[in-house]
């Protein structure tokens, strides 16, 4: 069980460093004049971010389990 959940947060964590990184490389691309509800539509419109976005939902199913 301590293998498991060591893999677990291993993977978890590669998966959320590789989110912020694919998060930080789309933002600085997108216009900062854009705030709010605006800026977070210009980001759904952009593949790499959702990726990044889906990398975090799973990263978190992982530290959760």
């Known amino acids: 069980m301590l293998?498991?959940?060591s893999?677990?947060?291993l993977i978890s964590g590669m998966l959320n460093a590789a989110a912020a990184g694919?998060?930080?490389?789309?933002?600085m691309r997108t216009a900062?004049?854009?705030?709010g509800l605006r800026l977070l539509a210009a980001?759904?419109?952009r593949p790499l971010?959702?990726?990044a976005?889906?990398?975090n939902a799973?990263?978190?199913v992982g530290e959760a389990a």
């Open 53 to 55: 976005m889906g990398l």
């Open 58 to 60: 799973v990263a978190w």
């Open 22 to 27: 694919l998060e930080k490389r789309e933002g």
């Open 43 to 45: 980001l759904a419109r």
């Open 32 to 35: 900062t004049a854009r705030t």
């Open 7 to 9: 893999l677990l947060a």
């Open 3 to 5: 293998l498991v959940g």
């Open 49 to 51: 971010w959702l990726l």
